[in-house]
């Protein structure tokens, strides 16, 4: 079952997908209508935690969950390649503690996943250069993928653009960027590298002792197996800024639903600004407020306490940064002999 894929009806990864710029005093400017493109790159999206359902892990029926999901986090992304999301049966939200403890539902999880990726290589496949996009249990399944299926093959690992794997934990030897979580795929360092790892959990501050991001071995980090404490840190590369440092996010966030395909965007510039930040244990990327107290457009949350600190916006908090370093990457990716 596919969620999101060239050709389907109702494809909410696609469409013409208008937006408004809003400055700090409200004012909207109305851009142009981006529309969705066929392009030269495949993007494989897993969606983060949405399901609902009772039991641990969901089945395979697309619902209004997945398909906000997908329209919140993915669907921009249609303007620099064709978007794939395959269905998945995920750990629920109610399954979520069992997962700590039984790695049975986790295990249901990736093996579904894992028969949509062989569907994607066996039946759709077409040798196109690809980016991986997962948030949250997204990124948990995605990296289990990735150990298996990318990293230890040289071909594949060469189609990969890059991979995003916010929220999800993944681990490199403290003071390296390769090593830990994966054997050859190494964090981003520079907008004209390929084959490379964006990975990041945003807090405003320094995520609690308790937190399911940002620290190694705990949370998030045991949906992929990645128990370790020491020797390793939580990865952090800022999409705002590959090659290090503070620089502005652009948020995008959706502001109407139509029915069918396509959706409004709201762009908040000169709000926030991010840097990878590590102390205590802890790796994250702080997201600071740049403006005034009179800046009158929505505040970014804590929405499920301190110890998530920004998750649930991850993608959005950073969106339009994400867009253009993947259109920087492809043209990098092109550029290669």
């Known amino acids: 079952m596919w969620l999101?894929?060239?050709?389907?009806?109702?494809?909410?990864?696609?469409?013409?997908l208008s937006t408004a710029v809003e400055?700090?005093?409200?004012?909207?400017?109305?851009?142009?209508?981006?529309?969705?493109?066929?392009?030269?790159?495949?993007?494989?999206?897993?969606?983060?935690?949405?399901?609902?359902?009772?039991?641990?892990?969901?089945d395979l029926t697309v619902q209004s969950?997945?398909?906000?999901?997908?329209?919140?986090?993915?669907?921009?992304?249609?303007?620099?390649?064709?978007?794939?999301?395959?269905?998945?049966?995920?750990?629920?939200?109610?399954?979520?503690?069992k997962a700590y403890i039984d790695p049975a539902p986790g295990n249901i999880a990736y093996s579904s996943l894992l028969s949509a990726w062989k569907d994607f290589i066996t039946h759709y496949d077409n040798g196109r250069p690809i980016i991986f996009i997962g948030h949250s249990q997204g990124s948990s399944m995605l990296i289990r993928l990735l150990q298996a299926e990318v990293d230890p093959n040289r071909a594949l690992r060469h189609r990969t653009?890059?991979?995003?794997?916010?929220?999800?934990?993944?681990?490199?030897?403290?003071?390296?960027?390769?090593?830990?979580t994966f054997r050859h795929l190494p964090l981003c360092t520079s907008p004209r590298q390929t084959g490379c790892v964006i990975a990041y959990s945003s807090f405003p501050a320094e995520p609690p002792a308790n937190a399911d991001f940002g620290r190694p071995g705990q949370g998030v980090s045991i949906y992929s197996g990645q128990t370790a404490t020491t020797g390793v840190e939580v990865a952090c590369v800022n999409p705002a800024s590959l090659g290090g440092g503070?620089?502005?996010?652009?948020?995008?966030?959706?502001?109407?639903?139509?029915?069918?395909?396509?959706?409004?965007?709201?762009?908040?510039?000169?709000?926030?600004?991010?840097?990878?930040?590590?102390?205590?244990?802890a790796t994250w990327l702080e997201v600071r407020k740049i403006t005034s107290r009179l800046d009158i457009r929505p505040q970014l949350t804590q929405a499920?306490?301190?110890?998530?600190?920004?998750?649930?916006?991850?993608?959005?908090?950073?969106?339009?940064?994400?867009?253009?370093?993947?259109?920087?990457?492809?043209?990098a990716y092109q550029a290669q002999p």
């Open 4 to 16: 999101c894929r060239p050709g389907l009806a109702g494809d909410p990864c696609a469409g013409a």
């Open 23 to 58: 400055a700090a005093d409200g004012l909207r400017t109305i851009e142009p209508a981006i529309a969705s493109r066929n392009g030269r790159f495949d993007c494989f999206y897993v969606y983060p935690t949405v399901s609902t359902e009772t039991g641990s892990n969901s």
């Open 65 to 97: 969950a997945q398909v906000n999901v997908a329209m919140d986090q993915a669907a921009l992304f249609s303007q620099v390649c064709d978007v794939w999301a395959p269905m998945y049966r995920q750990i629920t939200l109610d399954g979520l503690g």
């Open 161 to 180: 653009v890059v991979a995003i794997l916010a929220g999800g934990n993944v681990a490199v030897p403290i003071g390296r960027s390769v090593g830990a």
């Open 246 to 281: 503070s620089a502005d996010l652009l948020l995008y966030f959706p502001v109407a639903r139509a029915s069918g395909v396509g959706m409004s965007w709201v762009i908040y510039p000169r709000m926030y600004s991010a840097s990878c930040r590590n102390r205590s244990g």
């Open 304 to 331: 499920l306490g301190p110890a998530w600190g920004y998750h649930v916006v991850d993608i959005n908090l950073a969106l339009g940064n994400l867009i253009a370093d993947v259109r920087g990457e492809e043209t």
